[in-house]
């Protein structure tokens, strides 16, 4: 899983929710996977909107090993990458995390 976090520095785009984007390829797989790995990731994602800066986007890319992986293994993936690019409220600077 790769993460893109984009924490918003102006006053005006601090005031709006933050942003969360999907990329699954087809590299992942048939459609039914590429849907199943894209709604696992939108619930575990709304699950920790809270963590993310007000005004922020957050894009999340699925790599093709997303398609093999439990639902927890996701959502323990997406803990590990939002924890490495410091996903909290009080954190100013873009950060990209792959692997």
């Not at 048939?30 to 007000?54: D, F, G, W």
């Not at 997406?78 to 995390?97: F, S």
Request: charged share 20%.
């Amino acid at each position: 899983m790769v993460v893109h976090l984009w924490a918003a520095t102006s006053a005006l785009t601090e005031l709006s929710d933050p942003r969360v984007g999907f990329v699954v390829s087809r590299a992942v797989g048939p459609a039914v996977t590429r849907n199943l790995v894209k709604r696992r990731l939108r619930h575990l994602s709304r699950e920790r909107l809270a963590l993310l800066p007000p005004g922020s986007m957050l894009v999340v890319r699925a790599l093709p090993a997303a398609a093999n992986a439990t639902y927890d293994e996701l959502g323990a993936e997406l803990d590990r990458c939002l924890r490495q690019v410091g996903a909290t409220k009080n954190h100013p600077a873009e950060a990209v995390i792959s692997r």
